[in-house]
């Protein structure tokens, strides 16, 4: 049998115990969160999503939810939680844009589609380091040479501050690892490590080619720049409204 929902029962289900909890506590008690709502359309196809954003502290940790309405029934797609160092966008289409930092030089991300049913499929994701230092991606093969160039040339220069903004970045895309780097062309030494890389036995993909791959995984889920670039326009919670 098919019901309706508030949108106050659906926050209070959520926070209560996940998504098994029940409807007995009351919306006043989550005063102190800030609660942002939106609808979204995964897989464009006119049936909109309940995109819930939930900031549960002062420390900037928040949980977004991806609920669909099927048959009558309440179902919940998708969560991700989004700490104080990290950033998510999320598009009209379902296309999520998260990326965090693991401390000054260590910075990652991924970037999804949600398709019709609000299942995730990745599009890419990445990792980086900023300083030259060593990669610890999941393909260790390639790890280990780039890893290797690195200590070699460690051992016959100084490698300090010289190296600060030359970046070490692995991309994961279509089953596929590829690896660039970035350096400061007026940088002596950085422009020296970046010889050292390119001369060496690992094929080094460019920007403009890891543009290409993550465009062209988009495209086959329907995602074009146009839509990827229409963020959701939220509201926050305030009077009760149905879903």
């Known amino acids: 049998t098919a019901r309706s929902y508030y949108l106050y029962d659906i926050v209070n289900l959520l926070l209560n115990d996940g998504w098994k909890g029940s409807t007995e506590v ?39 939810y991806v609920l669909q309405y099927r048959e009558g029934q309440l179902y919940l797609c998708y969560a991700i939680d989004k ?16 990326a965090g930092s693991g401390g000054a030089y260590s910075h990652s991300g991924y970037n999804i589609v949600l398709d019709n049913d609000g299942s995730p499929h990745l599009i890419d994701k990445w990792y980086s380091e900023i300083r030259g230092e060593f990669l610890y991606i999941e393909d260790d093969e390639t790890d280990n040479l780039v890893n290797d160039i690195l200590i070699e040339y460690s051992e016959e220069h100084e490698m300090n501050d010289d190296l600060y903004g030359f970046e070490l970045a692995c991309y994961f895309i279509g089953g596929e690892y590829y690896y660039l780097y970035y350096f400061d062309e007026e940088d002596e030494v950085q422009v020296d490590l970046a010889k050292t890389l390119e001369e060496s036995e690992i094929d080094f993909a460019t920007a403009e080619e890891i543009e290409e791959l993550i465009a062209e995984e988009k495209a086959k889920w329907g995602i074009f720049e146009s839509e990827e670039e229409t963020e959701v326009t939220y509201k926050h919670l305030e009077t009760y409204e149905y879903y």
Do not use: H, M, P
């Open 26 to 64: 009351t919306f006043e008690q989550y005063d102190g969160y800030d609660i942002r709502w939106a609808y979204i359309d995964c897989g464009v196809d006119g049936k909109k999503e309940l995109l819930l954003e939930i900031n549960k502290d002062s420390n900037s940790a928040v949980t977004y």
């Open 83 to 98: 700490g104080e160092r990290s950033f998510l966008t999320v598009a009209d289409c379902g296309y999520l844009q998260y």
